[in-house]
């Protein structure tokens, strides 16, 4: 990521991912196809360790059959993250706001980055996967801009310490989105369970899907031996778009996130500009 990938103008979950989306054409050409078809059509398939893998299926039993033998493969190579844990996470993040909310009303100060401040600082505390390394967080916010740090104008990623397990890696991404404070993660969710999935889908405007069977909306990770790794999850978010996708985030060894592709499950027309909402 560079320079903005801290600070809030950069598109949602910090950078690291909903608008960072230089592929978003090729996403919607990848939807037409698929909802227009027509005899032999170009299919590009789910991404496997960063190779975009082309196919060619005729419209049909056969077709169909290829594209979800190299989706069968991608699942193998990820770990699913178990719906108690993706709870269990999303409460220790409600922990952890209602402790900061506790936190600044007791410091009596009216001061944005003191907030943001005490809510990374929560954030961290309740956190089982993810610690912080080389002293706390503060903020810098010029204008619209709010970028974290621990040294001022130094990357803030490297401060992380990250478990090594499918569940650190998806807590890494909630809590680093969380500290991140972009807009576009105020309006994005993480979905897990068809409930959640069939409320998004009621939320949306005129939504239309895209893909009507979806093997699973859990998260799940790929760990690789240099210390790098692939997250998936399911997002519903109105950030710029209105749309449900299953979302690849890429980790590097530094422990920044970056968007890495997506496959649009469904799309509205609700979506959030910039500077709105």
Request: proline share 4%.
């Amino acid at each position: 990521m560079g320079k903005g990938a801290e600070g809030s103008e950069v598109p949602a979950l910090g950078g690291v991912g909903a608008e960072k989306d230089g592929i978003r054409g090729h996403a919607s050409e990848v939807a037409w196809l698929i909802r227009t078809g027509g005899g032999l059509m170009p299919i590009i398939d789910d991404v496997v360790h960063g190779v975009a893998i082309l196919l060619y299926g005729e419209r049909g039993t056969g077709g169909e059959e290829q594209r979800e033998r190299q989706r069968a493969f991608h699942r193998l190579i990820m770990q699913t993250i178990p719906l108690d844990e993706v709870k269990r996470l999303r409460a220790q993040i409600a922990r952890a706001h209602a402790l900061a909310a506790e936190r600044f009303r007791t410091a009596f100060v009216d001061d944005p980055n003191i907030h943001l401040a005490i809510q990374a600082e929560a954030l961290l505390e309740t956190a089982r996967g993810v610690r912080l390394h080389g002293g706390p967080i503060r903020y810098e916010i010029a204008g619209n801009l709010i970028t974290p740090y621990v040294e001022r104008g130094r990357s803030l990623y490297p401060h992380f310490i990250i478990a090594r397990t499918p569940s650190a890696i998806l807590e890494y991404w909630m809590i680093v989105s969380e500290i991140t404070a972009s807009s576009a993660w105020s309006v994005t969710k993480l979905i897990a369970e068809s409930g959640e999935y069939d409320d998004a889908l009621r939320r949306m405007d005129m939504p239309q899907i895209v893909r009507a069977l979806v093997p699973s909306l859990l998260p799940a990770a790929d760990l690789r031996d240099d210390g790098t790794a692939m997250l998936v999850v399911t997002v519903y978010t109105r950030a710029g778009e209105e749309r449900i996708e299953r979302r690849t985030l890429s980790l590097d060894e530094r422990n920044e996130l970056a968007f890495h592709s997506r496959e649009l499950l469904a799309e509205g027309k609700g979506g959030v500009l910039k500077g709105e909402g």
